[in-house]
């Protein structure tokens, strides 16, 4: 298993719509692996591909239980929402490609979603609370939108400036 390097925006690659995926093999469980390793050591609950660099319909999710631990990781490969409830969900959501900036944002309260899981077996899911925000926010991802996106232009553009500042400070001087 690798940890690999996560995107920060602003960044075109964010923007990019990922690929289905045709076939479940090892390739794609070495880098639901890789990807796993990678939102842990980020100390994360969810990551898509494309935050690494992987232009496919590919999530992985772990959301901390009630007493606040992880080890229960869900794989979504392709995944579909088919049904949103009507309810909604305010969340303050973060991003691993937007460090240390977070915002309310309102989505369906409940989803149904369908995937292959990591064996290539379709599969149903039933979320709600944190786990539905999870989902939705990481398959926002698959289609180049991002939290801030949900967010008013005027915030959004304040962090983004924020990032690509922090991003210049960090680059190698030549
Ligand atoms: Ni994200």
């Not at 240390?100 to 989505?107: D, F, K, L």
């Not at 899981?117 to 926010?137: N, Y």
Request: overall charge negative; proline content about 5%.
């Amino acid at each position: 298993m690798a940890v690999l390097p996560i995107i920060v925006a602003p960044d075109p690659r964010l923007k990019v719509v990922s690929e289905p995926v045709s076939v479940v093999d090892d390739g794609i469980r070495a880098l639901l692996d890789d990807m796993l390793a990678s939102m842990y050591d980020a100390v994360g609950i969810g990551l898509a591909a494309i935050q690494v660099g992987v232009n496919k319909r590919i999530v992985v999710i772990d959301v901390v239980n009630d007493k606040g631990e992880q080890g229960n990781p869900v794989f979504l490969i392709n995944p579909e929402i088919v049904w949103t409830s009507d309810d909604d969900r305010v969340h303050e959501e973060g991003c691993l490609s937007l460090p240390e900036h977070y915002a309310e944002v309102v989505r369906p309260d409940e989803v149904r979603v369908t995937y292959l899981d990591r064996d290539g077996e379709a599969q149903e899911l039933h979320a709600a609370g944190i786990l539905s925000t999870c989902i939705q926010h990481e398959l926002d991802h698959l289609e180049g939108i991002l939290f801030v996106d949900h967010i008013s232009s005027m915030r959004r553009n304040m962090i983004l400036r924020k990032l690509k500042k922090l991003k210049r400070q960090n680059e190698p001087v030549r």
